[in-house]
């Protein structure tokens, strides 16, 4: 309930054992820090934020264009660090992310596991975890989504932008490539790729995407086929989510962490702190990441995630539905434009 001083007051004399005016007080602010004091050296929940789109690296993001990386570098540190601490008994992992770079969610993903090994690791799907951001989620103890967290998202998909012909043709602006390697251009904007690399690419995408797989099933204990009825990049809402197998249950932040405690068996009758990570960085810190030469690599990691966000979204939303159940993973090879081309494998 809630109460004017007066009215608290007055309560305190209906009781009827001489408290009112007499008694001793202390001021909320001073009781909450004795608190946080007598709780620090004891048990305690993590609540771990993964946010934005997966890099290798560090994290950080830029404030002029309102975007979050999530690196692999900094992520696994985390991860590492409350795999050995002992004051903490459970992890929640929060996680809004759109996906990334494959390798960065692998290395990612590793920790997680390493982590699961220790202690309890339940996965919070914020408003999306879809791709690289359900990879990291695939082997947590408990996965738990909103009911409208965009989710799923299980494919795999690479490409690049050649503006070789639209510089020469409409700009006017020519190149004449010295290179060593027979790969050496695998991934210069100057060009398509031609057919031997196309089979380079298929192949590595074809493993990538059979590990997805691989991950979803056994952190899932689904069959591999069952796997595959899901993913080829179809984007499920949490509610479709909980239907297909892919998450345990629905429910907030909330929800999660009263998971967490039950999964590291933590008494309804202790009261357990909450620490939530990482750290929000210092105002030098923030100003730090928006210049220097880290900015242009967050920048081409932006939108390669966004072009290929963008790219699964619009065929997901045009050809999702109408999949039939998969009898072989289908590959698709994409021009748009003359420039963005790409291999998707489960699209």
């Given at each position: 309930?809630?109460?004017?001083?007066?009215?608290?007051?007055?309560?305190?004399?209906?009781?009827?054992?001489?408290?009112?005016?007499?008694?001793?007080?202390?001021?909320?602010?001073?009781?909450?820090?004795?608190?946080?004091?007598?709780?620090?050296?004891?048990?305690?929940?993590?609540?771990?934020?993964?946010?934005?789109?997966?890099?290798?690296?560090?994290?950080?993001?830029?404030?002029?264009?309102?975007?979050?990386?999530?690196?692999?570098?900094?992520?696994?540190?985390?991860?590492?660090?409350?795999?050995?601490?002992?004051?903490?008994?459970?992890?929640?992992?929060?996680?809004?992310?759109?996906?990334?770079?494959?390798?960065?969610?692998?290395?990612?993903?590793?920790?997680?596991?390493?982590?699961?090994?220790?202690?309890?690791?339940?996965?919070?799907?914020?408003?999306?975890?879809?791709?690289?951001?359900?990879?990291?989620?695939?082997?947590?103890?408990?996965?738990?989504?909103?009911?409208?967290?965009?989710?799923?998202?299980?494919?795999?998909?690479?490409?690049?932008?050649?503006?070789?012909?639209?510089?020469?043709?409409?700009?006017?602006?020519?190149?004449?490539?010295?290179?060593?390697?027979?790969?050496?251009?695998?991934?210069?904007?100057?060009?398509?790729?031609?057919?031997?690399?196309?089979?380079?690419?298929?192949?590595?995408?074809?493993?990538?995407?059979?590990?997805?797989?691989?991950h979803v099933a056994e952190g899932r204990k689904l069959s591999r086929a069952a796997v595959e009825a899901v993913a080829e990049g179809r984007v499920w809402t949490g509610a479709d989510a909980?239907?297909?197998?892919?998450?345990?249950?629905?429910?907030?932040?909330?929800?999660?962490?009263?998971?967490?405690?039950?999964?590291?068996?933590?008494?309804?009758?202790?009261?357990?702190?909450?620490?939530?990570?990482?750290?929000?960085?210092?105002?030098?810190?923030?100003?730090?990441?928006?210049?220097?030469?880290?900015?242009?690599?967050?920048?081409?990691?932006?939108?390669?995630?966004?072009?290929a966000g963008e790219l699964a979204g619009r065929l997901g939303a045009r050809y999702g539905a109408a999949l039939p159940p998969p009898v072989a993973r289908p590959r698709l090879e994409l021009?748009?434009?003359?420039?963005?081309?790409?291999?998707?494998?489960?699209?």
């Amino acid at each position: 309930e809630l109460a004017y001083p007066d009215e608290f007051r007055d309560g305190l004399d209906a009781l009827g054992d001489g408290a009112g005016e007499d008694a001793e007080r202390v001021d909320f602010l001073d009781y909450a820090r004795g608190v946080s004091r007598h709780l620090a050296g004891g048990e305690r929940i993590a609540v771990l934020f993964a946010q934005g789109a997966i890099v290798r690296g560090g994290s950080g993001g830029d404030s002029f264009a309102s975007e979050s990386f999530l690196g692999s570098d900094d992520m696994a540190g985390e991860l590492r660090a409350l795999a050995d601490d002992d004051s903490v008994v459970a992890v929640v992992l929060r996680i809004d992310s759109p996906g990334g770079s494959a390798l960065a969610s692998d290395l990612i993903l590793r920790e997680v596991e390493q982590l699961r090994a220790r202690k309890p690791v339940v996965a919070s799907m914020s408003d999306v975890a879809a791709s690289g951001g359900y990879y990291i989620a695939a082997r947590a103890t408990r996965i738990v989504a909103e009911p409208a967290t965009i989710t799923g998202s299980i494919g795999v998909v690479t490409g690049k932008l050649a503006t070789g012909r639209f510089q020469e043709e409409l700009l006017g602006i020519t190149h004449d490539p010295l290179q060593r390697g027979a790969n050496a251009d695998l991934y210069s904007g100057l060009k398509p790729f031609d057919e031997r690399q196309t089979a380079v690419l298929r192949r590595r995408v074809n493993e990538i995407y059979g590990r997805f797989l691989d991950h979803v099933a056994e952190g899932r204990k689904l069959s591999r086929a069952a796997v595959e009825a899901v993913a080829e990049g179809r984007v499920w809402t949490g509610a479709d989510a909980l239907a297909v197998g892919l998450v345990d249950e629905l429910g907030g932040i909330d929800r999660a962490i009263a998971l967490a405690r039950e999964q590291a068996e933590v008494p309804e009758s202790d009261r357990l702190p909450l620490v939530f990570l990482p750290k929000p960085p210092s105002f030098w810190e923030l100003f730090s990441t928006d210049s220097g030469p880290g900015l242009e690599a967050r920048l081409l990691a932006l939108v390669e995630a966004r072009l290929a966000g963008e790219l699964a979204g619009r065929l997901g939303a045009r050809y999702g539905a109408a999949l039939p159940p998969p009898v072989a993973r289908p590959r698709l090879e994409l021009e748009i434009d003359g420039g963005w081309q790409a291999l998707a494998q489960g699209l």
